[in-house]
């Protein structure tokens, strides 16, 4: 059975993009500013890691106000993902490419689909926000692979909002820092 | 000169306290957790971190809800602090004891007498959440430590919330990991 990975970039003060997302603008005003690890400031260990979580997977799951945002600018009308991915929406997009699934009917079904296709790899929870937060409190993700940018955003879109449920637990697996992140690795407990 | 260090625990979602704070509760409904590090979780690496924290500080700086919803109950009527503590508080509270200075005329004055008392120490600014804010936000602090538990709290007192100021660059300084916390300690780029 695939294991659910939710692998995502945070500021220190909690937001994964800036305020103000457009397709010109995916990331927010100063969002792209979370990525640094990944482009400017990237190291040898950045660049291992990314590998990793991008061979490490065999589905992506995506949501739908992110592949709106993003397929016809950052991502130039094409998938930029090297396995297959799926949409969570509540409505088919207009604008659809190859590469991606669109799933109306819940994330039950999504996370069905999504296991079939990455076999005894992970699925990649990759965001945004909303989705994310859908998967984790649903119960459905089993590891936390989170990147702690530098920087206080001060403000955008939240990771993680209040919401009504119990604690949960996580395990702390593994902790690597480089000069644009502090990379945390977590199980989930369920 | 003293430097200004905000030394905090921190659930991955961002709390610092559960909801229902209370005289009894000083934490919060399950608030408890966040400090497993310092309590049933102990390490001798965690008690190495403690010890530092507490050695460097030549002087605390606290909130003044934080000091009067602990004062009675969680500190025992006395200070938990071998140094002096700067209470920093609109009217001066009705229950006082030794140890403690309490403020009433602003940041920069709590900072100009901690700073004295502290010489080449630091101070240290323990919280709450709305003191630390108001220090960070400032531009008073020029170290964060952060002692992310390895729990989703989803309610209680934020840390970070939303403001208006522009992005704070941090620059990783130390990254440590024991089983109830990643000890991230950051200096604050001015």
């Known amino acids: ?24 603008v995916p990331m927010g005003i100063a969002g792209h500013r979370l990525h640094d690890w990944l482009f400017t400031r990237k190291t040898e260990l950045d660049s291992e890691l990314l590998k990793e979580v991008v061979e490490n997977s065999g589905a992506v799951i995506v949501g739908g106000h992110t592949y709106t945002i993003a397929i016809e600018g950052a991502w130039e009308k094409s998938s930029p993902f090297s396995v297959p991915a799926f949409v ?25 689909q ?7 790899k992970d699925i990649w929870v990759m965001g945004g926000a909303d989705l994310a ?27 993680f909002t209040e919401n009504e449920g119990a ?7 593994r902790v690597l820092d480089t000069p644009g992140a502090v990379h945390i690795y977590y199980k989930v407990r369920k």
Chains 1, 2 share one sequence.
């Open 1 to 24: 059975m695939a294991k659910v990975v939710m692998d995502i970039t945070m500021s220190l003060d909690g937001f994964i993009a800036g305020p103000g997302i457009t397709q010109e």
């Open 133 to 159: 937060r859908q998967c984790l409190y649903g119960g459905w993700v089993d590891e936390i692979h989170i990147h702690i940018a530098p920087i206080l955003l001060k403000k955008g879109t939240r990771l």
């Open 167 to 173: 604690l949960t637990e996580l395990e702390i697996m």
């Open 114 to 120: 999504a296991g079939r296709t990455a076999g005894a």
């Open 88 to 112: 969570v929406c509540h409505q088919l997009p207009s604008f659809r490419v190859e590469g991606f699934t669109f799933i109306t009917d819940g994330l039950a079904s999504v996370m069905e």
